[in-house]
């Protein structure tokens, strides 16, 4: 049966990365990567390899921290995953109420993001804030980053190759951009109008997935994207 939390996952990153509170910013940051103006020639090269060290270093934290999960759930009884999906269906869901701008969480309206002065770029340097980025970064990722990580704490013994999954979700748009800089630059500030809806639609999505969560009927999405004969 097609197991629908890895699409749900893979979908979460590549929205994570379109998130309004990242994808503005992202000319600057290759630009920053490559220590000069991101439309150069001369520096796509190093644009992309130090967008694939970045990618590298947020991949390996939610490696580590997917593997850590699958080691502590896989062995709970079912009658604890049940309680963790409902627990978790909930959580999601006020993440989803949150992102659509009708509750509070000030957990999620801190920023975690750090200053470097005085260092010039490098592949470590870039790695290094790909590690940080997975620490944490600004409230509309925070909502769909923690329900990534709700839904691997309610699939006892996936956590790893969600968060896997995730990671590449999130991980090759990075890519395509580092590898297509100066179009990607110009998408950027085409879409900058549609952002203004981004957390509405993304609320709406994580509060049906909370339901679907919390009620044990993720199901319904395999379902729903594949054909009948590939569910039997």
Not at 67 to 90: C, D, H, K, M, N
Not at 136 to 142: F, L, R
Not at 166 to 185: D, E, R
Request: aromatic share 14%; glycine share 10%.
């Amino acid at each position: 049966m097609a197991d629908p939390t890895i699409t749900i996952v893979f979908v979460a990153g590549i929205i994570s990365f379109l998130s309004p509170c990242i994808l503005p910013l992202i000319p600057g940051f290759l630009a920053y990567l490559g220590g000069t103006s991101a439309g150069k020639k001369h520096v796509r090269l190093k644009i992309f390899l130090n967008s694939v060290a970045f990618v590298l270093g947020f991949s390996l934290i939610f490696a580590l921290l997917g593997l850590l999960l699958t080691t502590v759930l896989e062995g709970i009884s079912f009658a604890v995953q049940t309680w963790l999906s409902r627990i978790g269906g909930i959580v999601i869901m006020l993440f989803a109420l949150y992102l659509l701008g009708l509750i509070k969480l000030r957990f999620l309206e801190r920023e975690h993001k750090f200053k470097v002065k005085n260092f010039s770029v490098s592949y470590i340097t870039s790695f290094i804030f790909g590690a940080a980025f997975a620490v944490g970064w600004s409230p509309c990722v925070g909502a769909i980053l923690g329900s990534v990580f709700t839904l691997a704490i309610t699939q006892a013994g996936k956590a790893f190759t969600l968060l896997i999954v995730y990671s590449l979700g999130l991980g090759i748009p990075f890519l395509l951009v580092g590898l297509f800089t100066t179009q990607a630059i110009k998408l950027i500030n085409k879409s900058k109008n549609a952002l203004k809806y981004f957390n509405i639609v993304v609320g709406v999505l994580l509060l049906i997935l909370g339901i679907l969560v919390f009620t044990n009927k993720l199901v319904i999405i395999a379902s729903f994207f594949f054909p009948r004969f590939l569910l039997n």
